[in-house]
C-alpha cells in the first residue's frame, strides 16, 4: 500500500477533510449554542405574553419553539456526523452564546423584536457556516443550513411586518 503524503489532509469516515470538519463542527456548536438560548427565549415569550394579540403570538410562539426544537437536534446530530460532539450543558450555551437570555418579556412588540433579533443573530452565524461548509464540499451541512436560512429569512420578513 503506497505511503500517503504528508500533504494529503486526514479524511474523516464520511469523506471529508478531518480537520476542516473539526472546525466547522466548532462553527457548528456555536449555532447550536445560539438555537438552545433562542429556543429559551421562545418558551418564555409563549408563556408570558400578554396584549391584544396574546392568540396569535402565542401560537406563533409556540410553532417556532417546536421548529427550533427540531433544529437543535438537526444540528447536533450533523455536528455528530462530522466526528465532533455536540455542546450539552446549559452552561455551555450560555459561555458560547452570542444571543442572550430574555428576561421578563410580555409586551407584544418587544417580544417579536427580541425573536427578530435573535433570529438576525442565527442567519449571521449560519452564513458563516454554510461559506465554511462550501468550501469543504460538505453538501449536507449546506444543505441542511440552507433550508435553516429560507426559513428564518420569511419569518425575519413576516415579523418585521407585524412591527410596522
Do not use: C
Not at 405574553?49 to 396569535?56: A, H, L, T, V, Y
Not at 403570538?57 to 417556532?64: D, G, S
Not at 443573530?121 to 441542511?144: N, P
Amino acid at each position: 500500500m503506497p505511503k500517503k503524503s504528508s500533504k494529503e489532509p486526514e479524511i474523516n469516515f464520511i469523506g471529508l477533510d478531518a480537520k476542516k470538519s473539526k472546525d466547522l463542527a466548532k462553527q457548528l456548536n456555536v449555532l447550536l449554542a445560539n438555537f438552545q438560548v433562542y429556543y429559551q427565549n421562545l418558551r418564555g415569550l409563549h408563556w408570558n405574553i400578554k396584549g391584544s394579540s396574546f392568540f396569535e403570538l402565542h401560537a406563533k410562539f409556540e410553532e417556532l419553539y417546536t421548529d427550533a426544537n427540531m433544529k437543535v437536534d438537526e444540528i447536533a446530530e450533523r455536528i455528530l456526523t462530522l466526528g465532533e460532539v455536540p455542546l450539552h450543558t446549559f452552561q455551555d450555551y450560555l459561555d458560547t452564546s452570542d444571543i442572550k437570555p430574555g428576561k421578563k418579556i410580555s409586551g407584544e412588540k418587544e417580544s417579536v423584536s427580541l425573536v427578530v433579533k435573535n433570529l438576525s443573530t442565527l442567519l449571521k452565524i449560519e452564513r458563516k457556516a454554510i461559506s465554511h461548509a462550501g468550501d469543504l464540499g460538505d453538501e449536507g451541512t449546506v444543505d441542511l443550513l440552507s433550508s435553516m436560512i429560507s426559513e428564518q429569512e420569511k419569518t425575519v420578513w413576516m415579523l418585521t411586518s407585524y412591527l410596522k
